[in-house]
């Protein structure tokens, strides 16, 4: 069975520092793992993904992630907070292309 | 836009009547996917698609939903029956099945179907 955990509902950051929001995952397998963002009213966007090609992944906008097997995370980073980045956020792992097993999501708030 | 589309954007009826949403995924993409996302909630897996063929469907799926893949193409979900609990946002999803998409599990997803149930 697959799972994740996104440690935080909410985090609030100001503009110009960093962003950390932390997920667990838990898989039988070797999972794909994903972050996508949903701003209000719009579809969810893909992140960033893990494939198992490199352990630091970058994706859109600035924003990083780590696998680390050994903590089973894969927290998503980015150094420097826009105000543009406030939006819901949701960790996904994948061991199958039929299954993907959403977090409940961070909110992230941007202050100015 | 060759992006996933899904229509109606909004939906509210009343308790007890039957609505019906489409999704038009990624012309090229073969796997289809409905998932229901609740307030402050990540999306749930509904059923998934392969061409016309369902595959799967969540236990979350009750007698009163049905999905349909006709042709391979777009994909209806219709809810009988509405109940107040089935307000919701629902989401549709595809994916190719072949490529680097398709090796790493990725899935496109449409704006979503708000659906409130009075």
């Known amino acids: 069975a697959q799972s994740v955990t996104q440690l935080d509902s909410h985090v609030s950051v100001s503009e110009g520092t960093p962003v950390l929001l932390r997920c667990n995952y838990s898989?039988?397998?070797?999972?794909?793992l994903f972050w996508y963002v949903q701003h209000p009213n719009k579809g969810l966007q893909l992140l960033l993904k893990y494939t198992s090609a490199a352990t630091l992944v970058k994706g859109i906008n600035g924003f990083e992630a780590e696998f680390k097997k050994s903590e089973t995370s894969f927290h998503l980073t980015k150094p420097s907070a826009h105000m543009s980045d406030a939006a819901e956020y949701f960790c996904?792992?994948?061991?199958?292309?039929?299954?993907?097993?959403f977090g409940a999501g961070t909110r992230l708030t941007v202050k100015p | 836009d060759t992006g996933v589309s899904q229509d109606p954007r909004h939906k509210i009826t009343k308790r007890g009547q039957n609505v019906t949403f489409r999704c038009d995924p990624i012309s090229e993409h073969n796997r289809l996917y409905w998932y229901r996302q609740t307030l402050g909630q990540g999306p749930e897996f509904l059923t998934y698609f392969q061409n016309e063929a369902q595959l799967e469907k969540s236990r979350l799926l009750s007698d009163r939903f049905s999905a349909e893949r006709p042709k391979g193409s777009f994909s209806t979900l219709e809810i009988q029956r509405t109940e107040q609990g089935d307000s919701a946002m629902y989401l549709c999803?595809?994916?190719?099945?072949?490529?680097?998409?398709?090796?790493?599990?990725?899935?496109?997803f449409g704006p979503g179907t708000r659906l409130t149930v009075l």
């Open positions: 898989s039988s397998y070797s999972p794909s």
């Open positions: 996904v792992v994948s061991d199958r292309s039929n299954d993907m097993r």
């Open positions: 999803a595809s994916s190719p099945t072949s490529g680097r998409a398709m090796i790493y599990n990725e899935q496109f």
